[in-house]
Each structure stands twice: as C-alpha cells, then as structure tokens.
C-alpha cells in the first residue's frame, strides 16, 4: 500500500507506504510513516544481483552504526521480491552477495513506491534515489543518480549532519561544505557578515 504523493519535493511530506521486506534472514512489513519520530535514509537501487548495488548497499550497512547514533534508519528498495532479496542476502560479498545487513531490504514489486518517489525508469528499474526524511515524515534532501554511478556514505553523513544542526538551530545556516564543528552563518542581514568577514 502506498499513500500517492505527485509531490515529492523537499519540504513536502513523504508519500507514506507500507511493504515487505527482509531483515535478518526475515520477512517483516515495513510501514514508513512507523518511523516517524527518527530520521530516514530511502536507499532506492535498480536491482538485486547487480554491480553498483551491492557496493552501496554494504557501505551503509557498514556504517549503520554511526547513522543509527543520529537518530536515523535506512530503508534499501529495490523493485524485486522478498525471495529476490533474501536470495541476494544469503549470498557472501566476496562473490558478489550483501552477507548480513544492518537494515531492512524492502520489496516493491508492484513499483508503486518508485513510481510515487519518481525514481521509476521507463524500463521499470529504479534509479539511485536517495532521500532523507526527517522526523516529522518531511523530505528534507534528494539525490538521483543515473543507474551507473553509486553513491556516496560519506557526503550523505555531511548532509544528515548537516539538516540536523540546523533544525536544531533555526537562525543558523550551513555553508558550502560544511562539517560538524565548523562555522555556521546566521540567518540575518547584519549578523551573517561575521561569517564571510572570518574567511
């Protein structure tokens, strides 16, 4: 089930849904609007037992552990099965498998939730969507990438870091690669000259 949303902007609300999906050799229904509360990495990736995929998709299992500190979870999606999925899971990464993961595989067979996050190809693949919602089920940031260049963990976490600073800090804002610990600008005329009169 998937709540349709034409509008998948930044600043609108997340079309909510609810699938299956496979975490810790299971299979468990996954409903987005469940997180709420938590912040939320959408991983959408074109298929199982491809090339790109399972490199992405190991990185941020790899790095769950700090993503997870920030009060955030991941969701993987794909447009194969549960049984696809598992297959892949149960497959070792030195063959080209994803071994355990850290976060759920969710199935969209149906490609309803690709297609309501307009990542869906012509072909019916997904593109590399990655979206982070933030706790009230607000998208806060989206990155598309054509089906042949992977994604990055890292720039994701400056991202991640980054929307929470500033909801946290509503007169703040976050300049051009910024990184926790740097210097922020104030949202004002006056003030935000401190700033570009520091660098």
């Not at 500190?69 to 149960?90: F, K, M, P």
């Not at 919602?133 to 806060?140: A, E, H, L, N, R």
Request: with cysteine; hydrophobic share 35%; aromatic share 10%.
């Amino acid at each position: 089930m998937v709540t349709k949303n034409n509008d998948v902007r930044v600043g609108q609300q997340a079309p909510n849904f609810s699938a299956i999906a496979v975490y810790d050799q299971e299979f468990k229904k996954v409903t987005l609007s469940d997180y709420l509360g938590q912040y939320v990495i959408l991983l959408f990736y074109p298929l199982d037992f491809t090339f790109v995929c399972p490199t992405e998709i190991t990185a941020f299992s790899d790095s769950y552990n700090e993503i997870q500190s920030l009060n955030t979870e991941i969701l993987g999606i794909s447009v194969d099965s549960e049984y696809s999925h598992l297959a892949w899971l149960q497959m070792e990464r030195d063959l080209g498998g994803l071994g355990n993961l850290n976060y759920p595989l969710v199935s969209d067979l149906t490609k309803d939730i690709s297609s309501s996050y307009n990542v869906l190809t012509e072909e019916g693949k997904a593109l590399r969507g990655l979206f982070i919602i933030d706790k009230q089920g607000v998208i806060q940031y989206s990155l598309i990438n054509n089906l042949d260049v992977g994604r990055s963990v890292s720039e994701t976490l400056r991202i991640l870091k980054a929307i929470q600073y500033v909801q946290s800090h509503p007169d703040e804002v976050c300049p051009a690669d910024w990184q926790p610990g740097q210097a922020t600008i104030i949202n004002n005329p006056q003030k935000s000259k401190d700033y570009f009169q520091s660098i």
